[in-house]
């Protein structure tokens, strides 16, 4: 009898150990495809950078990127978005790229709902590559200068509190676009704090060797899919490089941050690599 019900438990235990594994692959399906692309992480980032003018210490920046509307993202989606953007009371706000997937639609409640974020040094955006795959880059760009965005397409533009001044600058997309940093630093004094907005981050390798401090990027949405103790498994051209997160370059001389982005692309899974606001204080210092 105790022979019997020990089988009896070994096949019992093996039909569980079994359901188990196969149901591992469709539940991390699952997840990845519907629980991981809403799980919105908000990532606080304290940068310390020695150009930075003592009056802008303990400046907010919020970033976003990446929200790629219309592939399994909408509208109803980015009014939350908006909504917890502006509950954390940036001083500045850049998105960097990527507003729609391909095609453009719903402009105008999409102009009205980026048209509520608010900050006191205003809002700054540039152009992705997927903003180029409607064929109307122009309309994009009109549509987020319509809703309060400077769009800084190769050009820059200063932001003052007192006597203090530092500058934001962009560049247009590496992959569909005509980058000219050399264009947008035209006025720029070379000894005044630098930040630079480029859809692709590894457009770092060239705003090395440019007086700026500081390059916001998106793109690569940290891959999209990771693997613990692995990282991401491919890379978008032109974020081949710098893929995730926060990096040092030319011994501190340029910080370089790539933001996971928002929505997802090519195909609607997230894992391991969480949707993403980034929230940075600047902090005169070292780097």
């Excluded at 809002?123 to 992705?128: D, F």
């Excluded at 760009?141 to 006597?163: D, I, Q």
């Excluded at 609607?268 to 940075?280: K, S």
Aim: proline share 6%; aromatic share 10%.
């Amino acid at each position: 009898m105790a022979g019997t019900m020990n089988r009896r438990t070994f096949l019992k235990k093996s039909v569980y150990a079994l359901t188990g594994i196969a149901a591992v692959p469709f539940t991390g399906y699952s997840y990845a495809r519907f629980v991981e692309p809403g799980w919105l992480q908000i990532n606080p980032v304290e940068l310390a950078l020695k150009r930075l003018p003592a009056a802008f210490d303990g400046m907010r920046i919020v970033q976003f990127s990446d929200v790629h509307l219309g592939f399994h993202y909408s509208v109803p989606h980015l009014a939350k978005l908006v909504t917890k953007i502006q509950s954390l009371q940036p001083d500045l706000i850049c998105f960097t790229g990527d507003l729609y997937d391909s095609a453009i639609n719903e402009s105008g409640p999409v102009a009205q709902e980026l048209s509520r974020l608010k900050a006191p040094f205003g809002k700054a955006a540039v152009l992705g590559n997927h903003d180029y795959l409607a064929r109307k880059p122009e309309q994009i760009a009109g549509l987020l200068s319509g809703s309060g965005f400077t769009v800084l397409t190769n050009r820059s533009a200063p932001l003052e509190r007192g006597r203090s001044r530092i500058w934001i600058s962009g560049v247009d997309d590496m992959w569909e676009g005509k980058p000219d940093l050399a264009k947008a630093l035209q006025g720029v004094p070379a000894g005044d704090f630098h930040l630079l907005l480029s859809h692709c981050p590894d457009f770092a390798d060239t705003a090395l060797q440019h007086p700026v401090d500081l390059q916001l990027s998106g793109h690569s949405h940290g891959g999209q899919v990771r693997l613990p103790f692995y990282g991401h498994i491919i890379a978008a051209r032109y974020a081949q490089k710098y893929v995730n997160g926060l990096y040092s370059l030319g011994g501190g001389k340029l910080l370089v941050y790539t933001n996971r982005g928002i929505g997802v692309s090519v195909l609607p899974v997230r894992f391991w690599c969480r949707p993403e606001i980034t929230v940075f204080t600047l902090r005169q210092g070292t780097s």
